[in-house]
């Protein structure tokens, strides 16, 4: 089985890079680029720069996890041939979705549908948070409530109203919240690259011991960080709508087909988690809405804000996701509940200190609000 883990992630990091090549290619002959005189205020890149770039991520990635499937070792009792299919399947609305979005900015209405269909083709795969590990002890199970079958095309669904809701809002909360962290070189792509390694080394544990999520989070893994050679700063091709989705999508479905991880992504995702709820808060709290309006009060624009540069922003934000990550692999039950505790203070005092900065920066009648 290690042959095949190093055969995952080099596969999937090699596919990538070369389809990383072609697809910036023809972003550029297709004119699929982003300008940065159209948000000036909120882009750190002088010149166009091809968008697309997810879509490699999705081929490297998929290409290795088909390919594990094709051979053997991925499907598994806990991993059957529906969830590789349902995978495919999700990741094939969200490229078409992130495609058209790429070269049209669609609208917040238009954006919503694509992660949508591919949430509900998740679902329909038979992948859902059955349970919820209590970290105080013992399971909260969240299928009690099953409604009628549904059968389609001779295909059964059992729908499991709690269940699916759960599973619903928690893949559109990891997908917006990769989407919205999307806003610096290399951030989201390295950040897929340490969620996924630290998955893969929570599934090796004994109590765990599930070969087949260790090969989905290295096929992740490989192509994030076979993407990230390019989108390093400064950025030659961007992730785009669909690469930002699809690395939040994977996490959130680890977390969910390892066994009800949940407070393991929230400690491996807690900053932007944070951030994101913090950032709808305040645009709630002066009555605009909080998804059809961007601005600079995302964490990462606050750290440039402060003096930091494009880079040292970025590495300060993997080390704190590497820091909270590795906790989920050393804590236990209700060591995690207080480690997330941790995470909302260190939170809470890094937007304090980088408010101090940056007001000391602007002074007093240059600060924005």
Known sequence: MTNWYWLAFGLSFTI???STLVIRRL??????????QTAPERKRHLHPTPLLGGLAVIVGSLSSLWLAAAWGPLVQPGFPPAFVVGLGLAAGWIAIGGFLDDRRQLKPGPQILWPLL????IIVSGIGVRFITNPFGGLLFLNQWQLLPITVGGLTYQLTLWADL????????????????????????????IGALIVFLLTLRPEVNQPSVAILALSLAGAAAGFLIFNWHPAKIFLGE???L???LLLGVMAI?????????LLIMGLPILDLAWVILQRLSRNRSPFRTADRRHLHFRLLDAGLSTRQSVLMLYGLTLLFGISTLLFHGRQKVYALLVLV???AGLAGWVARRASRRAGPDQLKP
């Open 257 to 265: 087909i390892s066994g009800g991880k949940i407070a393991t992504a």
């Open 242 to 244: 669909s690469g930002a």
């Open 246 to 248: 699809y690395i939040g």
């Open 166 to 193: 759960f599973t619903a809002v928690w893949l559109m909360g990891m997908m917006y919240t990769t989407k919205i962290l999307d806003g610096l070189d290399g951030l989201v792509s390295g950040i897929g690259v």
């Open 16 to 18: 990538t890079v070369v």
């Open 345 to 347: 203070g260190l939170m």
């Open 27 to 36: 972003a550029w002959r297709w004119q699929i680029v982003d300008h940065p």
């Open 118 to 121: 591919a949430t509900i083709t």
